[in-house]
């Protein structure tokens, strides 16, 4: 199955779920809405989760431009092998320090943000690969490290965005995002991660 990327070209204030591809699972629609041809965690009423086309495998990733670094972006994830609102695996951009994007799992509506974390800078690249039990982190194609985590699906297909805390703001969030499968099994691929931020989101 062929990777999607989306760079959210649609009318200002319109739901991320107009787009293509794009389904409110669980939540509010308005959650999300493009803001200048980007997304934006624009309005909080519940916890919501946003998928965009599910893949064929559960060896994944999923992979984003996050352009702007704020404290009230911290409520909202990007997130592959999404159960549901409450379960997932994801990056949370906390900020721009020495921790300021980490590697998040969300079991059963407990948050783990402790598994890899590494610095957040605008307009870098971040990606989570994952293949079986195992996730990774990695930033402009470079990995920042992996963690085995316990309780997350090992084969769920769905991936997006949700939007967890009442952290939000008027701000764009991620420029573009591309989800798509991993090939040749047998652990997590640097060179596939290499390959795709320097071909997938640039396309």
Known sequence: ?????????GTDGDDLDTLTGWTTQEGTADSFEILSNTLSA???????LVTYIDRTSADCFIEAEFITFATNRRGSYLVLRAVDKLNWVGIRMHGTGSSGVRLVSCIAGTLDDTHVQTQGAA????????????F???????????ATIAGASTTELSG?????????????WIDSLTFGELGGG????VPIAAYHYNHSLRA
């Open 1 to 9: 199955m062929a990777d999607d990327t989306e760079n959210f070209n």
């Open 160 to 172: 997006g965005v949700v939007m967890f805390t009442n952290t939000v703001g008027s701000t764009s």
């Open 42 to 48: 624009a309005n909080w009423t519940d916890r919501t």
């Open 123 to 134: 307009n870098d690249v971040y990606r989570v690969e994952a293949v079986g039990s195992d």
């Open 186 to 189: 047998g652990g997590l691929s």
């Open 136 to 146: 990774e982190l990695f930033v402009n194609g470079v990995s920042k490290g992996s």
